[in-house]
């Protein structure tokens, strides 16, 4: 009868370990398959010793990871979207890689061999996504914008110049033929967009050197500024470049939300390179409280 018993005791602990470990295999295989649906796949090229590869990105290149010391990168002079990469030594044997992150927060992951001769030496990064088919959802968080992510914010500055209203009308400076006009402030995620306009009705082209935010004492706005708090634009929609003679460009400019006391006045200026036709827009905190929150644009 105790044999009985006992063989009955181990027969159910050998079930119990069965279930225990059926359990286990039942919460772990769905971890790793949510593991697996968020893997970044990476692309494949080749690279040499005696050429130089280039990839050309969609957007700005902001941040390079290499995998190993057989490879070396650089920007492509005066650009900002072309890499420039090579083997640093020859004939390596081990696959290593490296990644890009671009300024409108997309993530790129490359597995590189070696190649004395590659086939291919230029890749564009848009055309392959086109062939491949890969949809571009991968996007990285950058500090200065929050929780907005680059994408976003590239969307709602796409949306603010196209649509091209202007809820301000009495924001301007002009003079010497140049008109600078602030078209309207909007606000998402506790970030201020400000939407410019730059006329040049003369007919030589105003180069712009630099565009600078300030908050200032009101009763030094109009001489020279003793206390100043300069705040600088996290992200900027076009690039700074020159306005050409009886032409009229745009503008979109993010940053952080804030306000200022009643007697502070901000100066937004944009200053002409080699040149003195400067202008600058005074904004009182009044009209940084009526930003107009992007989602009710229409």
Avoid: C, W
């Amino acid at each position: 009868m105790k044999k009985v018993i006992k063989n009955i005791v181990i027969a159910l602990v050998l079930i119990a370990t069965s279930y225990n470990a059926s359990s286990q295999i039942q919460y772990t295989a769905p971890d790793t398959t949510k593991l697996d649906l968020g893997r970044i796949e990476p692309y494949k090229i080749e690279v040499t010793y005696s050429k130089t590869s280039h990839l050309i990105f969609p957007a700005a290149i902001r941040y390079v990871d290499l995998g190993s010391e057989y490879l070396v990168a650089a920007k492509a002079e005066d650009t900002e979207n072309v890499l420039r990469v090579k083997a640093a030594v020859r004939n390596f044997k081990e696959e290593t890689n490296f990644s890009v992150i671009t300024e409108d927060g997309r993530f790129y992951n490359f597995n590189v061999l070696y190649n004395s001769f590659p086939v291919i030496m230029n890749y564009n990064l848009l055309e392959m996504q086109k062939e491949i088919s890969r949809a571009i959802t991968k996007s990285v968080l950058f500090e200065e914008l929050g929780r907005n992510a680059p994408s976003l914010v590239d969307d709602l500055m796409g949306r603010i110049y196209r649509k091209d209203k202007s809820p301000i009308k009495h924001i301007e400076s002009k003079s010497f033929g140049i008109q600078f006009l602030l078209k309207g402030i909007y606000i998402h995620d506790d970030k201020f967009y400000f939407h410019t306009e730059l006329r040049n009705f003369s007919e030589v082209s105003f180069q712009i050197d630099f565009v600078t935010f300030k908050v200032v004492d009101k009763k030094v706005a109009k001489r020279t500024v003793i206390q100043e708090r300069t705040l600088l634009p996290s992200r900027v929609y076009k690039p700074l470049d020159e306005i050409i003679g009886n032409t009229t460009e745009r503008n979109i400019f993010l940053l952080d939300q804030f306000t200022i006391a009643s007697d502070k006045i901000l100066l937004i200026g944009i200053y002409e390179k080699n040149g003195s036709r400067h202008q600058v827009l005074q904004i009182k905190n009044s009209d940084l409280i009526k930003a107009k929150r992007i989602k009710n644009m229409k």
